[in-house]
T-cell receptor, first 109, second 114 residues
Framework: EDKVVQSPLSLVVHEGDTVTLNCSYEVTNFRSLLWYKQEKKAPTFLFMLTSSGIEKKSGRLSSILDKKELFSILNITATQTGDSAIYLCAVKMAEKLVFGKGTKLTVNP | DTGVSQDPRHKITKRGQNVTFRCDPISEHNRLYWYRQTLGQGPEFLTYFQNEAQLEKSRLLSDRFSAERPKGSFSTLEIQRTEQGDSAMYLC????????????FGEGSRLTVL
């Protein structure tokens, strides 16, 4: 059965800390891996990764994919309270996305 | 606003009633997806359309659920004889037909079945 597993499920940090969120997967027909941020509404797109070893960056966020070991990490440096959200990892298989349960990040001032 | 829009945003209904949700995708997107999300879980795939054709349905989609996209533009998701277990956020997303294209989500329709 196709699965996407995220860890940790919950994380509480202080502003300024650096965090690493993990996503491992076992799927058929892998096309890409995507990260989304979900606050109290719709998931918003962060990154799409298709190739191993190529880091994608956007401001304080970065992500990398390892297709041999079947995992990805999302790093957030110098966290801010506005980073508090659920971070969802999803794998694109053929025509659909399969999501993990998400990591709930809480950044305290 | 050129994003994905969903209506209604919130729906409270009594068990046994029928409900219908509408999704208007981004206009040039030919793929439309329905997902369901419950508390503490990631979104679960329900079904998707390419233009007006429904190409895949999840086993989660019981025969009480039906989705349509009659003209390849907006879509409706109907739930008949609602049960308390149907309470969830129903998310619609759209995308272009592209091998690794990202999905763009609407803000969801939250269903509460009493």
């Amino acid at each position: 059965e196709d699965k996407v597993v995220q860890s940790p499920l919950s994380l509480v940090v202080h502003e300024g800390d650096t965090v690493t969120l993990n996503c491992s997967y076992e799927v058929t027909n892998f096309r890409s891996l995507l990260w989304y941020k979900q606050e109290k509404k719709a998931p918003t797109f962060l990154f799409m990764l298709t190739s191993s070893g190529i880091e994608k960056k956007s401001g304080r966020l970065s992500s990398i994919l390892d297709k041999k070991e079947l995992f990805s990490i999302l790093n957030i440096t110098a966290t801010q309270t506005g980073d508090s959200a659920i971070y969802l990892c999803a794998v694109k298989m053929a025509e659909k996305l399969v999501f993990g349960k998400g990591t709930k990040l809480t950044v305290n001032p | 606003d050129t994003g994905v829009s969903q209506d209604p945003r919130h729906k409270i209904t009594k068990r046994g009633q029928n409900v219908t949700f509408r999704c208007d995708p981004i206009s040039e997107h030919n793929r439309l997806y329905w997902y369901r999300q419950t508390l503490g879980q990631g979104p679960e795939f329900l079904t998707y359309f390419q233009n007006e054709a429904q190409l895949e349905k999840s086993r989660l989609l019981s025969d009480r659920f039906s989705a349509e996209r009659p003209k390849g533009s907006f879509s409706t998701l109907e739930i008949q004889r609602t049960e308390q277990g149907d309470s969830a956020m129903y998310l619609c997303a759209s995308s272009l037909v592209r091998e690794a294209g990202e999905l763009f989500f609407g803000e969801g329709s939250r269903l509460t079945v009493l």
